[in-house]
């Protein structure tokens, strides 16, 4: 299996903060690299896909960039709706995997 | 808007199968091809994926699971299934279905989850 690491696995910000967290995976996964968040009692949302995708409707301070086995998520001008756990997951091959999560706290 | 809901017992006595259902709706499944997984979430941990079904079938499931799982899709219902054999305390979670658009891609939808509890 792919592990994934992500690191830090959490971090304290306050709005208006830019925040990066990474992601390492195992073996190279080339740009097959999702990110979600999830706030508590609610499914995850897809944020991010092929690394670096922003999915429609999502704000333009979150970024991603990487590709083979190392990645990052970068969240400017943080915003409340923002404090919430963080995932990656490769979908490069089977079993999928996530990240153990980022836990991102108002400071 | 294509939205996804679990169903099934929230609770499942030891050695007995898990068995939930994911019903599609806002679209019909076999009219556009993509995939549909499980993924489930113990209290206050991480992600586990479960395994995935193509909209006309070829399961693939995670090793660790294997050899207990069956998943499935009924395309006259617009629904796809999860069947957990021998179930322990250890398959307590919140589960979740959800799409990915294409091999890759992420998981774009997903259904507000299901708890199942293990327990006699």
């Known amino acids: 299996d792919i592990q994934m690491t992500q690191s830090p696995s959490s971090v304290s910000a306050s709005v208006g903060d830019t925040v990066t967290i990474t992601c390492r995976a195992s073996q190279d996964i080339s740009s097959w690299l999702a990110w979600y968040h999830q706030r508590p009692g609610r499914a995850p949302k897809l944020l991010i896909s092929a690394a670096s995708s922003l999915q429609d409707g999502v704000p333009s301070r979150f970024s991603g960039s990487g590709s083979g086995t190392d990645f990052t998520l970068t969240i400017s001008s943080l915003q409340p709706e923002d404090f919430a756990t963080y995932y990656c997951q490769q979908g490069n091959s089977f079993p999928y995997t996530f990240g153990q999560g980022t836990k991102l706290e108002m400071k | 808007q294509v939205q996804l809901q679990e169903s099934g017992p929230g609770l499942v006595q030891p050695s007995q199968t898990l068995s939930l259902t994911c019903t599609v709706s806002?679209?019909?499944?076999?009219?556009?091809?993509?995939?549909l997984h499980w993924i489930r979430q113990p209290a206050g941990k991480g992600l586990e994926w479960i395994g995935r079904i193509y909209t006309t079938g070829s399961p693939r499931y995670n090793p660790s699971l294997q050899s207990r799982l069956t998943i499935s899709v009924d395309t006259s219902k617009n629904q796809f299934s999860l069947k957990l054999d021998s179930v322990t305390a250890a398959d307590t979670a919140l589960y979740y279905c959800?799409?990915?658009?294409?091999?890759?891609?992420?998981?774009?939808?997903w259904g507000r989850g299901t708890m199942v509890t293990v327990s006699s």
């Open positions: 959800a799409r990915e658009g294409g091999h890759g891609d992420g998981f774009d939808i």
């Open positions: 806002g679209g019909s499944i076999s009219s556009r091809s993509y995939y």
